[in-house]
C-alpha cells in the first residue's frame, strides 16, 4: 500500500453567537440559545457529521467593558467539553486553560479525567493569559510580565507532564483474584520542582487514554514559537496574507526540527473566518449585513485593548487615516502577536479607523474570506498545498447557520478533491491529528536503566 | 389545598465499584468498567428513574498506599458530573471541591457554568481536604491545620458567593435592537478581601439558574458543625446510633436558628449502606461474601489513616481486642469527627482489630444494615420520622446491583408510605429539596439603598 496523502485537518473554533462581533445582533445567531448546552451539542455533533478533527473553546479569566455590547464572555471550556463530549462519539474537543493562573495538579485532574471521560478525544490549549483583569481575579496585584509568564509555561508543561506520566499505562492492574488494584511500582511522584511551581504527585488517576491531552498553542510572540515549537502537536495563528502564514509555517517547523522533533508532528492551522454565498457578491453582501451592526464605542475599545492604547479612541475621526502615531512602541507591547498583526494591516493598507475597525470586527486579525464555496475551498487548498498550514481553523462569522454552510457546501469540495477524510479512521484526537500516544516519561526511564 | 408532607430526600453516593472496600473484588461489581463514563451515566439514569434528588461525588486531591489494594481513587468530580448531566434531564449532581486547594475564581466558574449547563442542577460538596498528601500536590510544605483549613473555608465561601452574584439576574439583558449585551451597572465586583484571600471579580458568566449551587457540607466537628450551620443547604454525615444523629440533627438545626436561618433550610442526610436480601439472612450472607474479600492489610491501613496513627497495625493479633491504648489523645485529632466515629465504636462494641476492621469495611463508619427491603424501609422511616435526618446519604455497598435492589425494591415502599415523591415536581436541585433560589447580595444591596 503507498503511504495515505497528506490530510487536512478542520478545526471549529466556537465563540457564542459566532466570530464577527456584531453576530449576536443578526437575526440568522442564535442569540437566545447561548447559555443552552443543547446549542453547543447540536453544533459538535454537526461539525462530527463532516468529519472535523476538533472543536475548540478559547478563554479568558475576566471580563472587560466590552462586554456592554457584545456576547463576549468565556463559556467555562472544561466543563461545557464533558457536556459535548457525551454527546458526540468521534470527534475532539480542545479546551483553554491558563499556566499563569490553574495550579498543575488541579489542571492535570481536569483534562486527565476528561480524556477518559470522552475516550481520548481531548486537548489542550495552553495559554498564558494575556487578559490583565485576570491577575485581580487571583489575588495578584499585578499582572505578571510577558517574560515571567512564558517561565511558568515552561515550568508548568514540565510539571503537568510528568502528572499525567505518574502513573505507567500498565500501572493500572485491576486483578480481582490476587487483589492487586494498582502496581505502586509503576506509580511514580512527579517530583517537579522549578522556580515558580513544585508538585509532589502522583495523579490521583490511571493514566488516560491518549496518555496526555493533545497539546495546543496558540502564541506567536518569540517566546510563544519557541514555546510551541518545544511543546505544541498542534497551533493556532492568525494570518493575513499567504506569505505571512508560510513564514510563520516555515519558522516554527525549523524551530521543532532543532528541538529534535518530527516536524510533520506540529499541525499548524492558520485561523479562516467565511462568508459564504452562491455568489462572490452575495457573500459580499452577507458580511455587509454583519458589518452594519458594528458598534463602533464595541470595536474602539477591542481595538485600544489590542494595541495596549492608554488613549480613548472614541474622540478620533473615523473616516481619517488612521493614527499611527499614536501606536506605542515599547518593546513590551511588540512582544505581542496581535499588536504585531494590527500593526501590518495598517503599514500594508493604509486604512482610516473606520476601514481598520471593520476589517478586525469579522474575526479579530484572523484571515475574513467572503466567496462562493468553490472560492473557499481554493484557499484552503492554496494555504495547505503552498507550505502555509496543515489544516484550518474555521472560525464561523456567525452561528449556527455559518457552520453549518461551510459543512454542507464547502466540506463536499474538500473532500471530492482528497483533502479531507470521508470517515475518520480512528477513535482518539491523536488518531484524527496523525500524532503518536507518548509512552510515559517513567516507562522509558525504567527501560533505559534496564 | 394543605401543605405537602414532609418528604424524604434521596442521595446517591457514587464510589466506583460501590462503598464496600473489597466490592471491587466481588463478581457482582462493575470492575471493568469503572474508568467508562457510560457506566456512570447509567447510575445516574437509574438514580434519576427512581426520582433521587441527586447523585454524589467525593474527591480527594491525592493517593494514598491504599491504591494498591482497591479501587479507592477519585473521580475528578466536576469534568464527571458534566458528562451525568448530558446524561440526564431532572436529577441534580453534588461535586466535592476543596476550600484549601482550589482558587476561588476557577472554582466559582466551573460550578456557576456547570449549573447552566446542567439548568440549575448542581450542588457544590464545600469540603477543607483532610487528606494530608494534597499539601505536597499544591506545592505546601505541610497541610495546614484544621483551624487555617477552616479560616481559609468561611473567606473562600464568602468570595464565591460575591461571585456568583456579581452579575445581577437581570444584568444579562441581550438585547438586539439597542445592542445591549450586559447592562454593566447590575455587574458587580466582588472586591473580597480576607487574611488568605483576595479577589477582584465579576465573574465572567451571567448568573446562574440556581442563583448559586446548592451548598453542601460534610464536616462535624466542632468548627464543622458552625461552618454547617452558617452556610450549608444539605450536611452529609456518618452516624453509628439513632442517638447520635438525632443528638446531631438537634444541634445543626438549633445552630443554624441562631444564625437567623430557617432550620427547614439544612437538610440533614446521614449515610446508609443496605445489604438488601429477600430475608434478613440471605442479606447478611452477602455481607458475609464482600467481607470474605477483605484484604487486611487495607483495613489496617485505612484504620491508621482514619485514627491518625504513627505505628503500623500489622503487627497487632487480629483477634485480640483492640488496643484502646494506641489511640493519641491530642486536641488535633480529637477535632477530626471520623475519628471520634471510630473511638465511639471501640468504646461501646469493644470489638477485637478484626471485628473493627470488618465493622468499617462496609462504608467507613457510615451505618451498614443487611436486612429485607421492609427492614431498610423501617430504619430509614424511623430516621427521617424520629428527628435524625431529613432524607438518606445511599451508599451502595457495590454497584450497580447495589443501586438496583435498592431502587426496585426499597424506593417503592418508601413511595407507598407516602415519604417520597412519585414524581420529580420542579427542574432544579433546588426545587427537588424545597431550598430558595437566593437573590443576588447586590441586588439586595440596591433595594436597601433605594
Ligand atoms: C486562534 C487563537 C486562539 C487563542 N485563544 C486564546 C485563549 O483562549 N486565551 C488566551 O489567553 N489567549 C488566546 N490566544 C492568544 C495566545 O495564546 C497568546 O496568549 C497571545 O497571542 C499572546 O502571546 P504571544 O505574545 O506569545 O503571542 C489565542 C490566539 C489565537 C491565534
Ligand atoms: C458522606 C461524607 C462525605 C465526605 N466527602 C468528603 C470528600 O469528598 N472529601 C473530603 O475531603 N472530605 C470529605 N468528607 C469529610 C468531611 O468533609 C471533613 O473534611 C472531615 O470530616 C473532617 O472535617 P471535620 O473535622 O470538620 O469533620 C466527607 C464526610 C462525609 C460524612
Known amino acids: 500500500m503507498s503511504e495515505a496523502p497528506r490530510q487536512l485537518t478542520l478545526n471549529l473554533f466556537i465563540y457564542p453567537n459566532g466570530h464577527h462581533e456584531a453576530a449576536w445582533r443578526h437575526p440568522l445567531a442564535a442569540r437566545e440559545r447561548i ?31 466590552g462586554i456592554r455590547y457584545a456576547s463576549r464572555f468565556h463559556l467555562e471550556p472544561l466543563t461545557l467539553i464533558n457536556a459535548l463530549a457525551a454527546a458526540t462519539e468521534k470527534i475532539g474537543f480542545i479546551a483553554t486553560a491558563s499556566t499563569s493562573f490553574y495550579d498543575p495538579y488541579t489542571l492535570a485532574r ?101 496518555g496526555r491531552p493533545v497539546y495546543v498553542q496558540a502564541g506567536s510572540s518569540e517566546d510563544g514559537r519557541q514555546f510551541a515549537a518545544q511543546y505544541a502537536e498542534a497551533i493556532f495563528t492568525a494570518h493575513q496574507t499567504l506569505e505571512s ?17 518530527n516536524p510533520a508532528h506540529i499541525k499548524i492551522l492558520p485561523g479562516l473566518s467565511p462568508f459564504i454565498g452562491s455568489t462572490e457578491a452575495e457573500a459580499r453582501a452577507l458580511q455587509r449585513e454583519f458589518d452594519e451592526l458594528i458598534q463602533t464605542d464595541f470595536s474602539l475599545l477591542q481595538l485600544k485593548n489590542q494595541l495596549g492604547l492608554d488613549i480613548d479612541l472614541r474622540g478620533q475621526d473615523l473616516d481619517a487615516p488612521f493614527p499611527r502615531h499614536l501606536i506605542p512602541h515599547s518593546a513590551d507591547q511588540q512582544e505581542h502577536s496581535r499588536f504585531q498583526l494590527v500593526l501590518d494591516i495598517v ?67 474538500l473532500q471530492r478533491r482528497g483533502l479531507f477524510r470521508q470517515d475518520y479512521s480512528g477513535d482518539t484526537l491523536r488518531d484524527h491529528l496523525g500524532l503518536p500516544r507518548p509512552p510515559s516519561l517513567f516507562a522509558s526511564e525504567q527501560q533505559q536503566a534496564a
Open 35 to 65: 447559555l443552552d448546552v443543547r446549542y453547543y451539542q447540536s453544533l459538535a455533533q454537526q461539525a462530527e457529521a463532516a468529519k472535523f478533527d476538533a472543536v475548540f473553546f478559547a478563554d479568558g479569566l475576566g471580563i472587560g467593558d
Open 110 to 210: 481536569l483534562f486527565g479525567a476528561t480524556d477518559h471521560w470522552s475516550g481520548g478525544r481531548i486537548g489542550w490549549n495552553i495559554v498564558t493569559s494575556s487578559l490583565k483583569s485576570a491577575a485581580g481575579n487571583y489575588g495578584l496585584t499585578r499582572h505578571p510580565s510577558h517574560a515571567e509568564r512564558y517561565e511558568r509555561a515552561h515550568e508548568f508543561v514540565q510539571a503537568v507532564t510528568r502528572l499525567w506520566d505518574s502513573w505507567e499505562d500498565e500501572a493500572f492492574v485491576n486483578d480481582a483474584s490476587t487483589g492487586l488494584f494498582a502496581d505502586t511500582d509503576r506509580i511514580h511522584a512527579a517530583n517537579f520542582t522549578g522556580k515558580h511551581l513544585r508538585v509532589q504527585g502522583a495523579l490521583n488517576l490511571p493514566r488516560s487514554p491518549q
Open 245 to 261: 502564514a508560510q513564514s510563520f509555517y516555515r519558522d516554527v517547523k525549523q524551530r521543532a526540527a532543532q528541538w529534535g522533533r
Open 347 to 413: 503599514d500594508r493598507e493604509k486604512p482610516t479607523l473606520r476601514q481598520l475597525i471593520e476589517r478586525l470586527a469579522g474575526a479579530r486579525g484572523h484571515f475574513v474570506l467572503a466567496g462562493t464555496p468553490e472560492q473557499i475551498a481554493d484557499h484552503i487548498e492554496t494555504w495547505f498545498t503552498q507550505g502555509a498550514a496543515d489544516g484550518i481553523n474555521v472560525m464561523p462569522p456567525w452561528l449556527p447557520g455559518g457552520l453549518e454552510v461551510f459543512t454542507r457546501e464547502v466540506v463536499p469540495i
